[in-house]
């Protein structure tokens, strides 16, 4: 019996590579919903979510000697598809056959006592979910989260595995590719964290918008009798919701009273005129006035179509900053508007920040 019978053949990296991305080629004509995980350059994760996932797994003596082997398979894109859902991972991985292993991976979710005492201590410390999935908070919150049996990350005893691969080890290297996996896939998505762990990542900001809504309520009563509207929470808050129809349509109707003002009589004209709107309902709305036989028509056209059609527009994709230079609007209004389209499906982002029509 030769040395190669014991020992199977040396598979370089580069092979390796097109041995995956041949197969993923295979499995994309079949199913178009399949999601790779594709990593660049040399770390396997760039976030907090990500590398703190990655770094709870490695800190566990269970997991240390044995995750290190799925490195090098997540690195060369051997982790074909990976679906992230409510208390479960579903993964298929290339191992050294032609068909790829599948691999099932089920996470319990967060134990409610811890669930309720991170709530308790998060109180007053978070005022934005974007900061939080950004990973943008106090240290301290940091090392509560990530305090071994007692913050939001899994330990091993709340993990359970399996791979239909025939290697007999506790943890394979095709399972330990898929939990790397899903530290990467938190790069992309932070909010699927969550998920995994069958909890709601706006409850841990939800007390703290309730409780400055109520003051900033409370002070606008003693100022006006006006009540602060959703699209000024979004901003003080730093939370994407959508603009309310009730005040553009108040501001068109005070618009209209203006211009009726201003108008003067026996003008005759065929000629659109602009008129600019000041204070709050330049804010609102943009106004045209028709003036035609000697009766003016009023056009009133939302910020939220004037938006949608620059994002329409752009081929390769338009920034916040750029709306905002054509339209001389604030972040907040555009945020709204943006927010509006995306749930509508009418825009999506190109990448972070840059948005493109669907």
Known sequence: MSYWDYYPRYVSVAEK????????????????????????????????????WNRNLERYADYSNRIGRGRSYVRHGAVLDLQIDSGKVESLVQGTRSKPYSVSIKIKAINKNIWQDIKAFCGGKLDSMQKLLDGKFPETLGEIFMARGKGLFPSPEEIEFSCSCPDWAYMCKHVAATLYGIGARLDEDPGLFFKLRKVRVKDLVTGVVEDKTRKLLEKAKKKTKRVIAESDLADVFGIDMEVPAGPIKESAEVTKKSIKKKKSPGLRSNKTKDISVTGKSRKKTAVKKVVSRGKAKIKVETLFDTVVGIVRRSKKGVTLGRIREKTGLDDKQIRNCIYKAKKQGKIKNLKRGVYVSS
């Open 17 to 52: 590579k097109a041995k995956a991305a041949k197969k993923l080629k295979q499995l994309k004509k079949k199913n178009h919903n399949i999601k790779p995980v594709a990593i660049e350059g040399s770390a396997i994760a760039k976030t907090w979510w990500g590398k703190s």
